[in-house]
T-cell receptor, first 113, second 116 residues
């Protein structure tokens, strides 16, 4: 099994719909992250969580919300999807000092039509 | 504010030729440095990292990078590329300072295009 599992892998949804992307990890790390990737823009941080009770906004949190249900689970929601949220979404986890780097999931390709 | 600059958005190179992907960062404190690779239709994976010690670090698949503190650079190199190296490469930095939360700051990525 993968260290970081994202579901679904692909999703097409309509404008205005609510959608949830899920992430679970088996690394035992406290830190989890949600990023979106757009061509030419690299990775942009949406939300991050350093433990179950610590959730923080990233640089592009508008239109998104998150829930940290447990140390191993971190879900991302789009309350009312819009077409410019079409992107590749990655979940990642890391240890406290990032000394071992981040472990990424395989990504969720989301298309909003 | 700290930042990471990858100077080339795309680097085309012939197979078996050497390649260098450039990364510069800005920071007034000590840093950890990373290179990640993203193969087509996959997530990112760690290629190599510099934490301390020798400034030349070796990673997977024959890649290496050199930390140059005076030039605030961490360029990635490979002496002979293969078609399987086609991917996007991301440079990232963690700033070692109180209050930084040790989060990664990412470059915009460089696409390595291998020409047969």
């Amino acid at each position: 099994d993968a260290d970081v599992t994202q579901t679904p892998r692909n999703r097409i949804t309509k404008t205005g719909k609510r959608i949830m992307l899920e992430c679970s990890q088996t690394k035992g790390h406290d830190r989890m992250y949600w990023y979106r990737q757009d061509p030419g823009l690299g990775l942009r941080l949406i939300y991050y969580s350093f433990d179950v009770k610590d959730i923080n906004k990233g640089e592009i949190s508008d239109g998104y919300s998150v829930s940290r249900q447990a140390q191993a689970k971190f879900s991302l929601s789009l309350e009312s999807a819009i077409p410019n949220q079409t992107a590749l979404y990655f979940c990642a986890t890391s240890d406290a000092l990032d000394v071992y780097g981040y472990t990424f999931g395989s990504g969720t390709r989301l298309t909003v039509v | 504010a700290q930042s990471v600059t990858q100077l080339d958005s795309q680097v085309p190179v012939f197979e078996e030729a050497p390649v260098e992907l450039r990364c510069n960062y800005s920071s007034s404190v000590s840093v950890y440095l990373f290179w990640y690779v993203q193969y087509p239709n996959q997530g990112l994976q760690l290629l190599l990292k510099y934490l301390s010690g020798s400034t030349l670090v070796k990673g997977i698949n024959g890649f290496e990078a050199e930390f140059n503190k005076s030039q605030t650079s961490f360029h990635l190199r490979k002496p002979s590329v293969h078609i399987s190296d086609t991917a996007e490469y991301f440079c990232a930095v963690t700033q070692l300072a109180r209050g930084s939360n040790y989060q990664l700051i990412w470059g915009a990525g460089t696409k390595l295009i291998i020409k047969p």
